[in-house]
């Protein structure tokens, strides 16, 4: 098939599009990055801003993947996150239908479903949770992203399967737009441990979910894909591989959020950046977990060792050497510190 990517230069892209060319795939992205290194892909320089980038990318495309997105839990980045997940996704949309597009794979997050304050595990039955993302642009953005996808395809006869990702995690984020939360453990970031628990996902078993989708999965449905793990937990696990310790105070939400707003007023007053951003804390107060049991079954989808994953994504990190943490393996363990 043609194939269009978007976001295919970011952390999720490339090893969907090598994944797509290796199935003997055409496979087209519009970036404004730099172009792709791998063989057979076509590059165009655009940006899903303008339409005239956008008609040129669509055209002779039977398929469409959706992989652009911005991913800031900084609130004064609210209106570009709602500019590209929601008005350049209505506008790709448009385009693509009058392009004659047949199928569209939109990668959406497991946070437009699987959120909550207490305990809970959701599933794609469950409502979107906007009373409890509604301070959060990300996830707010990319909840209203997902509803015009279904509406739009639905009403234009277009064959939409959405997945639902975790947080990626694995090699290959050069931005650390989603392993942020490793890196911010490996620099000591984190003054307190959260009292919730997040759902996480290999990127490379990601991938492979979404490449499954060009010809399989719910039409019309979402996907959830993740493996589900307390932050105690996950900062443990963290700590076994690196030799750095996980923290150890604990408060309760209330009192983690505020020490953090705190520690924010007085970076500000210093003229600096606080170590870690209040929103980011008080989403650590939450749970994220999810069954993947649909995904498994319509998509294939199998997840590997988790502590598989958590150790290349440490390796990656502490092998940048652009990112100020310098790494030493022990017996086979990583021992990172600040460079």
């Given at each position: 098939?043609?194939?269009?990517?978007?976001?295919?230069?970011?952390?999720?892209?490339?090893?969907?599009?090598?994944?797509?060319?290796?199935?003997?795939?055409?496979?087209?992205?519009?970036?404004?990055?730099?172009?792709?290194?791998?063989?057979?892909?076509?590059?165009?320089?655009?940006?899903?801003?303008?339409?005239?980038?956008?008609?040129?990318?669509?055209?002779?495309?039977?398929?469409?993947?959706?992989?652009?997105?911005?991913?800031?839990?900084?609130?004064?980045?609210?209106?570009?996150?709602?500019?590209?997940?929601?008005?350049?996704?209505?506008?790709?949309?448009?385009?693509?239908?009058?392009?004659?597009?047949?199928?569209?794979?939109?990668?959406?997050?497991?946070?437009?479903?699987?959120?909550?304050?207490?305990?809970?595990?959701?599933?794609?039955?469950?409502?979107?949770?906007?009373?409890?993302?509604?301070?959060?642009?990300?996830?707010?953005?990319?909840?209203?992203?997902?509803?015009?996808?279904?509406?739009?395809?639905?009403?234009?006869?277009?064959?939409?399967v959405v997945l639902n990702p975790g947080l990626l995690l694995g090699p290959g984020d050069d931005r650390l737009s989603s392993t942020w939360i490793v890196s911010k453990f490996l620099n000591r970031d984190i003054p307190a441990m959260p009292s919730g628990g997040l759902s996480f996902v290999d990127v490379r078993d990601a991938a492979d979910a979404f490449v499954q989708a060009l010809r399989r999965g719910e039409v019309g449905g979402r996907h959830l894909i993740g493996v589900n793990m307390s932050f105690t937990e996950f900062f443990a696990r963290l700590s076994r591989l690196t030799g750095i310790a996980a923290p150890k105070l604990r408060l309760n939400s209330k009192l983690n959020v505020l020490g953090t707003q705190l520690l924010e007023k007085l970076a500000k007053l210093r003229g600096t950046d606080p170590p870690i951003g209040s929103q980011e804390v008080e989403i650590g107060e939450h749970f994220f977990y999810l069954d993947a049991s649909k995904a498994e079954r319509e998509l294939g989808f199998r997840a590997r060792d988790p502590q598989e994953t958590l150790y290349e994504t440490i390796q990656y990190i502490t092998s940048q050497p652009a990112r100020g943490i310098r790494a030493s393996p022990d017996t086979g363990r990583f021992s990172a510190t600040i460079a």
């Open positions: 098939m043609r194939i269009l990517v978007t976001g295919g230069t970011g952390f999720l892209g490339p090893p969907v599009v090598e994944k797509l060319v290796a199935g003997g795939h055409t496979v087209r992205l519009i970036s404004r990055s730099a172009g792709s290194s791998l063989r057979g892909v076509e590059h165009l320089r655009g940006d899903l801003r303008e339409l005239d980038s956008v008609r040129a990318a669509l055209q002779d495309v039977d398929v469409l993947y959706h992989l652009a997105g911005l991913v800031s839990f900084d609130p004064t980045d609210g209106r570009a996150m709602y500019e590209l997940h929601v008005e350049c996704t209505r506008q790709l949309l448009r385009e693509a239908k009058l392009a004659g597009v047949r199928r569209v794979v939109l990668a959406s997050s497991s946070g437009t479903i699987a959120v909550a304050k207490e305990q809970r595990v959701g599933t794609e039955e469950d409502d979107y949770p906007i009373t409890v993302v509604g301070r959060w642009p990300y996830y707010l953005s990319k909840i209203y992203q997902e509803k015009l996808a279904l509406d739009f395809c639905r009403a234009h006869s277009i064959a939409l």
